[in-house]
């Protein structure tokens, strides 16, 4: 029997990576510029597979290529996240209706049902971070379950938004006991095959998480990550 054998990055994925990492993290912060030269060489790179990483960025709004200017890493405001979570919140709730009416097995549903799981444990442990992450993977196989690929690529190209502005506020929010309440309802709604009720919770999970978020940010003044 063949075993996979994972595929090595390109260096474009590898600039892609870890561009997204230092944006992430901070080291290159929300309002900076630099030279494709300079990130190349914090990179330890030409600047082919860096220009090919900046252009994907650029299309996931985390970045701005700017003529004989350079590269801008962009801030998040509180308009600009509350036009996002309107247009997630909108898709998402699709993707929760589709996968009620799906007739999906206990076993279809089992990755969505790990990922409750998994943020209760984070609660239960205070572990925001692997909450985060177990947030993520939730959100993530329900736009996939809802298998229409204009969402999951529109979904993609704006999550990314979402994790920055969530990383500057994960630490001074609510715990989040209600957002692992309104999943598993979420979740028991789709196994149910009930797209109403699916559709409608989800979609006021999501209001909700903006109304945190955008208070948040306009409470603290995080315009920048």
Do not use: C
Not at 45 to 55: D, G, I, K, N
Not at 77 to 85: F, H, K, L, Q
């Amino acid at each position: 029997m063949n075993v996979g054998i994972e595929k090595p990055l390109s260096n474009s994925q590898r600039a892609v990576r870890d561009l997204r990492e230092m944006i992430f993290s901070g080291e290159l912060s929300a309002g900076s510029d630099h030279l494709e030269s300079e990130l190349a060489s914090q990179l330890n790179m030409s600047r082919t597979p860096v220009r090919e990483a900046v252009l994907m960025l650029e299309g996931q709004g985390l970045l701005e290529l700017r003529p004989r200017k350079g590269v801008r890493i962009l801030p998040l405001s509180p308009s600009d996240m509350a036009e996002i979570y309107d247009v997630l919140t909108e898709l998402e709730s699709l993707a929760a209706q589709d996968a009620a009416r799906a007739n999906y097995t206990d076993a279809d549903l089992s990755d969505l049902a790990q990922a409750i799981d998994d943020m209760d444990v984070a609660i239960a442990d205070s572990d925001l971070d692997a909450w985060a992450l177990a947030d993520d993977n939730f959100h993530t196989e329900l736009v996939r379950l809802g298998r229409n690929s204009r969402v999951i690529a529109i979904v993609n190209m704006m999550s990314d938004q979402v994790r920055r502005a969530r990383a500057s506020t994960l630490f001074i929010r609510p715990l989040p006991t209600k957002s692992n309440a309104d999943h598993r309802l979420v979740y028991q709604s789709i196994r149910a095959g009930d797209a109403e009720t699916a559709r409608k919770t989800h979609r006021e999970h999501r209001q909700h998480a903006k109304t945190i978020l955008v208070d948040l940010l306009e409470k603290h003044r995080l315009r920048f990550l």
